[in-house]
């Protein structure tokens, strides 16, 4: 089974800051990697698809990067509703499997 | 508006039964792919189940397999998680959410989930 890990696990920031989010792939997952944004008591929201793709309406300030086994998220300037917890996600090798990473909690420094 | 309302959600003993319902709209829900993914309290997100538009393909997470069954009604836009021999670690927010449909198998919409509680 792929494992997906993501980190760090946590991080404190401050609105502004360029921060970057890292997830790693067992095995070769080409550009098969999305992100997904949580916020407390929200459902999940996907920011990223493809490793790099925009889901429509979120800002440009976030950007994803990478394929094959390394990826990053990025929000080039971090604002306050943007604090929240990061997963990656990636299904290559098995139709309709979903496999999260562990998940990046953005605090606030 | 696509729209995704979980429901069947309680507490129930451990070893009892539990049937998760999801009712889509504003979609065409016989297009597209479904999921089931929990979220225990306090932890990640984990998936469960997957379900192609037409049932034919189904996957199983190893922590589910045997006791969890998938299953759709596209005549009545719903997806359905029937839960046997429940334990504590089942206990969860239970999502419903809808894969985006381009083959690469992701979620574009989520619903708020219904919380399944197994305790003794």
């Known amino acids: 089974d792929i494992q997906m890990t993501q980190s760090p696990p946590s991080l404190s920031a401050s609105v502004g800051d360029r921060i970057n989010i890292t997830c790693r792939a067992s095995?070769?997952?080409?550009?098969?990697l999305n992100w997904y944004q949580q916020k407390p008591g929200k459902a999940p929201k996907l920011l990223i698809y493809?490793?790099?793709s925009f889901q429509s309406g979120v800002p440009s300030r976030f950007s994803g990067s990478g394929s094959g086994t390394d990826f990053t998220l990025t929000i080039s300037s971090l604002q306050p509703e943007d604090f929240a917890t990061y997963y990656c996600q990636q299904s290559y090798y098995a139709p309709l499997t979903l496999t999260f990473g562990g998940g990046t909690k953005v605090e606030v420094k | 508006e696509v729209q995704l309302v979980e429901s069947g959600g309680g507490w129930v003993q451990p070893g009892r039964s539990l049937r998760l319902s999801c009712a889509a709209s504003?979609?065409?829900?016989?297009?597209?792919?479904m999921y089931w993914v929990r979220q225990a309290p306090g932890k990640g997100l984990e998936w469960v189940s997957g379900?192609?538009?037409?049932?034919?393909?189904?996957a199983y997470a190893d922590s589910v397999k045997g006791r969890f069954t998938v299953s759709r009604d596209n005549a009545k836009n719903s997806l359905h998680l029937q839960m046997n021999s429940l334990r504590t670690e089942d206990t969860a927010l239970y999502y419903c959410a809808k894969d985006d449909s381009s083959g690469s198998y992701f979620v574009d919409y989520w619903g708020q989930g219904t919380l399944v509680t197994v305790s003794s």
């Open positions: 379900i192609s538009w037409n049932g034919d393909t189904i």
């Open positions: 095995q070769n997952i080409r550009m098969f």
């Open positions: 504003g979609f065409s829900f016989d297009d597209y792919a």
């Open positions: 493809a490793a790099s």
